[in-house]
């Protein structure tokens, strides 16, 4: 079974946050409701050296996702593509899996009563689609979806073109 | 992306079942980005960038995807309306298009007749792509005076460029630059006129060097190999001080300064009167850096200025492009491949043409509002607005009568938002062309209904200088909606312009095309056209200036009466210009930061928009702020000599901790009072818009850098 990776090369995020928007397009999600978030990390001066960077906080469909441990209707279940999928028809709301999540990327839909988090586009990556998010809208080409291996080698390569310091941006990685 | 073709259209129709895709462009900001709309039943379901687009190359920006809540928001005015009560009490009755246009017709003849057509004035903000139609209608009616944002937006640019070399140059992304230096711009977010963040986000993916001119540290700025945080307003002479380095140490292309410049001489003279010392005094930053910056910028080829319109809302407008553009010339980097080009629209009747300028009768361009006081701004058809409020208030030194203000909001978004006010209240007749009736447009007599661009068909990017025209194809009607085109077109009919305009605005577009032997139906079936690129053109050809040459001392600012060389003038408010004031008005305060998910005072109401940026927020100093008794995340009220406002305290570390940063056109859709809150948060309650603080040749209001306190709200 192939296995899928949601890449974002943190270090070319502008924090433009068309990610968010392509994400509420696809998923209209309510008001509060952020499957894919900015967030800011910084502004700070380390060393004398001023460090600003965004960090684009979503699911990372982990390895062994707390959220499918704690959730008592098994509405959240991994894919054998690793993709984590919360089934908002079963979920009854009890926000266990939002506790657990340790990257912050569940969200309460208070409108449905239920939780909700990215999964990962299934609809459209089961389809040959990328998800929204990926779908090469970010003007800084930080979202990368695929092959995890090429995936890798296409951002150090990039790094690499930079010929700067090590990436501060931290790259996460499903 | 190995296995998966990005945007694929034909699998999004048959997974989604959408009916149809219409390729086209956005104008959510500046424009330009190549969409697909995906339609079902006629109603659009999705916007999606183009991948074949040389702009945009598939990516898209917040604005572009929120287009569709724009056109179906449901406070969209859809049909004409009058106003009914008195001017701002928000009572209005739908009319019919022909009632409100006939209406704006008869004021427009009366006005015209009694007195003068200069008592009339058009104008928007920073446009639909109107700029055209706004001009030619003014122009063939026989009024000099178009009220826009040109004094302190784009407008400088254009007239800058064009006395020093012909025509703005524009940075070579696709041959790659080698050097960057981002000079008061987040190109990333406020993708300005004639660009996108996207192909510089490649430059510098490929391994161009990077250095920020800005006071804020920007992600632009923390990417950089070299930051230069300068104080506010200062721009001027930084850019002196880099001159200095590179003359003194030669790293300047010698033969381009001995064949093709004018004016090297005096222009060395007056750099020598900027020291790096005396540089390092005035701007805050350290002579090594500025050094460090100038080399990097002159030995590296080629190397680019990403400029932005910060510079240009000073007083210093004017001298600063055209200082920068120095810094462009003399290291050989104009109109060099990877550099910044002079690129040729296609064959066209371009902007200028189409506008009709040649139609305006000599003595009614001579009384041009303020033409005699800013002459290089008089000259390129460009006011300040000012003069507009002053015309309408004090009658001098004649009346305005009617304004008919097309896709602007000059409460928000101009100096001095108290005396818009005034003149607002008291011209005697208004008309507003919007999305939405906003602060300004509640003081009007007539509001009609303007179509988005999702609504329209037009050849988007005519007016710019990046050599490329897009076909912009409607792909939805909503209401009673029209373009502002349409609706200038109908109008020019009623008031006896009828032989200049057409039929159908479709006639307009065949009128752009027609130099190229095409017509709109041939040209809305086409991706784009561009323009032949040629590079280095001044070497057979000189360059489109009065000398030939490139200009660094200005024949036309000379001939006007102006200092023909750059000068740096101090900030009119300020720490030096002003030491008594900054005792009681502590902090430097700059403004208008660009937002992600806004355009100036546009998109408040659209809900993915608001998303992101709930509430107006003043940056401050975590240091400043414990000072000031002021906590994260409260109300803080900033206070000008001017006035007072509120925004949300945000901590940030990336400035001086003399700088405060606010933002700028916020008001407040889902409050339903007819003012909508446009005097809480304006940021324009602070501003002067005093003729001795402006740009003296541009007449660019100095919005930028002003002096403020704050306190906690209380």
């Given at each position: 079974?192939?296995?899928?990776?949601?890449?974002?090369?943190?270090?070319?995020?502008?924090?433009?946050?068309?990610?968010?928007?392509?994400?509420?397009?696809?998923?209209?999600?309510?008001?509060?409701?952020?499957?894919?978030?900015?967030?800011?990390?910084?502004?700070?001066?380390?060393?004398?050296?001023?460090?600003?960077?965004?960090?684009?906080?979503?699911?990372?469909?982990?390895?062994?996702?707390?959220?499918?441990?704690?959730?008592?209707?098994?509405?959240?279940?991994?894919?054998?593509?690793?993709?984590?999928?919360?089934?908002?028809?079963?979920?009854?709301?009890?926000?266990?899996?939002?506790?657990?999540?340790?990257?912050?990327?569940?969200?309460?839909?208070?409108?449905?009563?239920?939780a909700q988090k990215c999964n990962l586009c299934f609809h459209r990556v089961d389809n040959g689609l990328n998800p929204a998010c990926a779908d090469n809208v970010c003007p800084g080409h930080c979202i990368y979806f695929g092959d995890p291996d090429i995936i890798k080698r296409e951002i150090a390569e990039k790094q690499a073109r930079r010929a700067k310091e090590p990436s501060k941006g931290r790259s996460f990685i499903i | 992306?190995?296995?998966?073709?990005?945007?694929?259209?034909?699998?999004?129709?048959?997974?989604?079942?959408?009916?149809?895709?219409?390729?086209?462009?956005?104008?959510?900001?500046?424009?330009?980005?190549?969409?697909?709309?995906?339609?079902?039943?006629?109603?659009?379901?999705?916007?999606?960038?183009?991948?074949?687009?040389?702009?945009?190359?598939?990516?898209?920006?917040?604005?572009?995807?929120?287009?569709?809540?724009?056109?179906?928001?449901?406070?969209?005015?859809?049909?004409?309306?009058?106003?009914?009560?008195?001017?701002?009490?928000?009572?209005?009755?739908?009319?019919?298009?022909?009632?409100?246009?006939?209406?704006?017709?008869?004021?427009?003849?009366?006005?015209?007749?009694t007195f003068g057509a200069e008592s009339i004035v058009p104008g928007y903000g920073t446009g639909r792509e109107n700029e055209a139609v706004i001009y030619r209608f003014a122009n063939l009616l026989g009024t000099p005076n178009v009220l826009t944002a040109g004094h302190f937006c784009y407008g400088p640019r254009i007239s800058t460029t064009i006395i020093t070399c012909g025509t703005n140059p524009i940075v070579d992304y696709e041959n790659n630059p080698k050097c960057i230096m981002v000079w008061g711009n987040n190109v990333v977010i406020s993708n300005p006129d004639c660009y996108k963040g996207e192909p510089f986000s490649q430059a510098l993916d490929?391994?161009?060097?990077?250095?920020?001119?800005?006071?804020?540290?920007?992600?632009?700025?923390?990417?950089?190999d070299i930051?230069?945080?300068?104080?506010?307003?200062?721009?001027?002479?930084?850019?002196?001080?880099?001159?200095?380095?590179?003359?003194?140490?030669?790293?300047?292309?010698?033969?381009?300064?001995?064949?093709?410049?004018?004016?090297?001489?005096?222009?060395?003279?007056?750099?020598?009167?900027?020291?790096?010392?005396?540089?390092?005094?005035?701007?805050?930053?350290?002579?090594?850096?500025?050094?460090?910056?100038?080399?990097?910028?002159?030995?590296?080829?080629?190397?680019?200025?990403?400029?932005?319109?910060?510079?240009?809302?000073?007083?210093?407008?004017?001298?600063?492009?055209?200082?920068?553009l120095a810094l462009m010339g003399i290291t050989g980097n104009i109109d060099a491949k990877g550099g910044q080009v002079l690129f040729k629209t296609p064959k066209i009747n371009n902007v200028g043409r189409f506008g009709a300028h040649a139609m305006l009768p000599r003595e009614q361009a001579e009384k041009r509002l303020g033409g005699e006081r800013f002459r290089l701004g008089g000259n390129f058809a460009i006011i300040n607005p000012k003069c507009v409020w002053d015309a309408i208030l004090e009658e001098k030194p004649y009346p305005v009568k009617m304004l008919f203000l097309?896709?602007?909001?000059?409460?928000?978004?101009?100096?001095?938002?108290?005396?818009?006010?005034?003149?607002?209240?008291?011209?005697?007749?208004?008309?507003?062309?919007?999305?939405?009736?906003?602060?300004?447009?509640?003081?009007?007599?007539?509001?009609?209904?303007?179509?988005?661009?999702?609504?329209?068909?037009?050849?988007?990017?005519?007016?710019?200088?990046?050599?490329?025209?897009?076909p912009r194809r409607k792909a939805v009607q909503i209401g009673e909606c029209r373009s502002d085109h349409e609706m200038l077109n109908d109008l020019g009919h009623r008031v006896g312009q009828g032989e200049y305009w057409w039929d159908t605005f479709e006639g307009g577009l065949d009128y752009i095309l027609e130099p190229m032997g095409i017509k709109w139906r041939d040209f809305k079936k086409m991706d784009y056209l561009r323009g032949e690129v040629v590079y280095q053109k001044y070497k057979e050809k000189g360059f489109s200036t009065p000398t030939g040459k490139f200009e660094l001392s200005s024949t036309l600012l000379e001939k006007w009466g102006y200092d023909p060389l750059p000068q740096f003038r101090e900030p009119p408010e300020g720490p030096i210009s002003t030491p008594e004031l900054y005792e009681e008005y502590p902090y430097i305060l700059i403004t208008g930061r660009r937002i992600p998910g806004f355009f100036?005072?546009?998109?408040?109401?659209?809900?993915?928009?608001?998303?992101?940026?709930?509430?107006?927020?003043?940056?401050?100093?975590?240091?400043?702020?414990?000072?000031?008794?002021?906590?994260?995340?409260?109300?803080?009220?900033?206070?000008?000599?001017?006035?007072?406002?509120?925004?949300?305290?945000?901590?940030?570390?990336?400035?001086?901790?003399?700088?405060?940063?606010?933002?700028?056109?916020?008001?407040?859709?889902?409050?339903?009072?007819?003012?909508?809150?446009?005097?809480?948060?304006?940021?324009?309650?602070?501003?002067?818009?005093?003729?001795?603080?402006?740009?003296?040749?541009?007449?660019?209001?100095?919005?930028?850098?002003?002096?403020?306190?704050?306190?906690?709200?209380?």
């Amino acid at each position: 079974m192939k296995s899928y990776a949601l890449i974002i090369d943190n270090e070319s995020c502008w924090g433009c946050r068309t990610c968010e928007v392509a994400c509420k397009q696809e998923i209209s999600s309510p008001e509060g409701v952020q499957l894919i978030k900015v967030l800011e990390d910084g502004p700070r001066i380390i060393d004398g050296k001023p460090e600003f960077t965004f960090r684009v906080n979503v699911c990372q469909h982990c390895d062994e996702p707390a959220c499918v441990d704690v959730c008592p209707e098994e509405a959240i279940f991994k894919r054998d593509d690793n993709v984590v999928i919360l089934d908002g028809e079963k979920c009854i709301g009890c926000e266990l899996c939002i506790d657990a999540c340790p990257y912050d990327a569940i969200a309460f839909d208070s409108e449905k009563g239920m939780a909700q988090k990215c999964n990962l586009c299934f609809h459209r990556v089961d389809n040959g689609l990328n998800p929204a998010c990926a779908d090469n809208v970010c003007p800084g080409h930080c979202i990368y979806f695929g092959d995890p291996d090429i995936i890798k080698r296409e951002i150090a390569e990039k790094q690499a073109r930079r010929a700067k310091e090590p990436s501060k941006g931290r790259s996460f990685i499903i | 992306m190995a296995q998966f073709k990005y945007s694929n259209m034909e699998k999004e129709m048959e997974v989604y079942g959408y009916d149809t895709v219409i390729k086209s462009h956005c104008r959510m900001c500046h424009g330009g980005c190549g969409v697909l709309i995906y339609l079902k039943n006629g109603r659009i379901e999705k916007i999606a960038g183009d991948p074949d687009c040389p702009i945009n190359h598939g990516t898209l920006c917040s604005k572009g995807i929120g287009s569709t809540q724009l056109a179906y928001h449901p406070d969209r005015l859809t049909y004409p309306v009058r106003r009914v009560g008195a001017k701002g009490s928000g009572k209005w009755e739908r009319i019919s298009w022909d009632d409100a246009l006939e209406t704006i017709a008869e004021k427009v003849l009366h006005y015209r007749d009694t007195f003068g057509a200069e008592s009339i004035v058009p104008g928007y903000g920073t446009g639909r792509e109107n700029e055209a139609v706004i001009y030619r209608f003014a122009n063939l009616l026989g009024t000099p005076n178009v009220l826009t944002a040109g004094h302190f937006c784009y407008g400088p640019r254009i007239s800058t460029t064009i006395i020093t070399c012909g025509t703005n140059p524009i940075v070579d992304y696709e041959n790659n630059p080698k050097c960057i230096m981002v000079w008061g711009n987040n190109v990333v977010i406020s993708n300005p006129d004639c660009y996108k963040g996207e192909p510089f986000s490649q430059a510098l993916d490929k391994g161009a060097k990077l250095i920020a001119i800005d006071p804020r540290l920007t992600r632009i700025a923390a990417r950089a190999d070299i930051w230069l945080p300068l104080r506010p307003g200062t721009d001027t002479a930084l850019a002196f001080g880099m001159l200095n380095v590179i003359i003194e140490e030669q790293l300047y292309d010698k033969d381009f300064v001995e064949n093709h410049v004018y004016g090297w001489e005096p222009f060395v003279e007056r750099v020598n009167e900027y020291p790096l010392e005396r540089v390092e005094k005035i701007t805050w930053v350290p002579k090594e850096k500025i050094q460090k910056a100038a080399r990097l910028f002159a030995t590296t080829k080629p190397a680019a200025i990403q400029w932005g319109v910060a510079i240009e809302q000073q007083v210093n407008c004017a001298d600063n492009n055209r200082i920068l553009l120095a810094l462009m010339g003399i290291t050989g980097n104009i109109d060099a491949k990877g550099g910044q080009v002079l690129f040729k629209t296609p064959k066209i009747n371009n902007v200028g043409r189409f506008g009709a300028h040649a139609m305006l009768p000599r003595e009614q361009a001579e009384k041009r509002l303020g033409g005699e006081r800013f002459r290089l701004g008089g000259n390129f058809a460009i006011i300040n607005p000012k003069c507009v409020w002053d015309a309408i208030l004090e009658e001098k030194p004649y009346p305005v009568k009617m304004l008919f203000l097309i896709s602007s909001n000059p409460l928000m978004t101009r100096g001095n938002a108290n005396e818009v006010y005034r003149a607002l209240k008291a011209v005697e007749f208004m008309a507003v062309s919007d999305f939405f009736i906003t602060p300004t447009a509640e003081l009007a007599d007539i509001v009609l209904p303007a179509a988005t661009w999702l609504e329209m068909d037009y050849i988007a990017d005519f007016w710019k200088r990046h050599g490329y025209i897009f076909p912009r194809r409607k792909a939805v009607q909503i209401g009673e909606c029209r373009s502002d085109h349409e609706m200038l077109n109908d109008l020019g009919h009623r008031v006896g312009q009828g032989e200049y305009w057409w039929d159908t605005f479709e006639g307009g577009l065949d009128y752009i095309l027609e130099p190229m032997g095409i017509k709109w139906r041939d040209f809305k079936k086409m991706d784009y056209l561009r323009g032949e690129v040629v590079y280095q053109k001044y070497k057979e050809k000189g360059f489109s200036t009065p000398t030939g040459k490139f200009e660094l001392s200005s024949t036309l600012l000379e001939k006007w009466g102006y200092d023909p060389l750059p000068q740096f003038r101090e900030p009119p408010e300020g720490p030096i210009s002003t030491p008594e004031l900054y005792e009681e008005y502590p902090y430097i305060l700059i403004t208008g930061r660009r937002i992600p998910g806004f355009f100036h005072s546009e998109n408040r109401q659209l809900p993915w928009m608001r998303e992101l940026h709930r509430e107006p927020v003043v940056e401050i100093h975590p240091d400043t702020a414990e000072k000031e008794g002021i906590g994260e995340g409260d109300w803080v009220i900033i206070e000008s000599p001017r006035g007072k406002v509120r925004q949300r305290a945000k901590f940030f570390e990336g400035m001086d901790q003399r700088i405060v940063s606010a933002e700028h056109a916020w008001w407040f859709p889902e409050k339903k009072d007819p003012g909508h809150g446009w005097k809480e948060s304006n940021i324009n309650i602070l501003t002067s818009n005093a003729y001795e603080h402006c740009d003296p040749a541009m007449g660019a209001t100095h919005v930028r850098t002003l002096l403020c306190k704050i306190s906690p709200e209380t």
